[in-house]
């Protein structure tokens, strides 16, 4: 059962911008904080982008200056704005939410993917 949804992948042109979002499904928990991550086809899954429940945000240097992650708590939704996106950036993107649970550790949620597809 898929409890975290990622959208907004698609094909885009070097150079161009894309925006995805992460959100509970049927707003099932409360989001306390997230990361992105990103797999290639015969590539290890790399984190790319994170947000803690404070809204600090750290970033991985290939994606630094160029991604930003943020969150809308009204909304309970994270984004990833990618910014001139090239080829290397061609990977699923997979979220990650934390949720806290009393009396255990926070869990963790993770969505399918979208396939992001940077390509002239």
């Known amino acids: 059962q898929v409890q975290l949804v990622e959208s907004g992948g698609g094909l885009v042109q070097p150079g161009g911008s894309l925006r995805l979002s992460c959100a509970p499904s049927?707003?099932?928990?409360?989001?306390?904080?997230a990361g992105w991550y990103r797999q290639a086809p015969g590539n290890q899954r790399e984190w790319v982008a994170s947000?803690?429940?404070?809204?600090?945000?750290n970033y991985a240097d290939s994606v630094k200056g160029r991604f930003t992650i943020s969150a809308d708590n009204a909304k309970n939704t994270v984004y990833l704005q990618m910014n001139n996106l090239k080829p290397e950036d061609t990977a699923v993107y997979y979220c990650?939410?934390?949720?806290?649970?009393?009396?255990?550790?926070?869990?963790?949620?993770w969505g399918q993917g979208t396939q992001v597809t940077v390509s002239s």
């Open positions: 990650k939410a934390l949720q806290p649970k009393l009396g255990r550790p926070l869990a963790e949620h």
């Open positions: 947000i803690t429940s404070g809204g600090a945000t």
């Open positions: 049927g707003n099932s928990f409360a989001i306390r904080a």
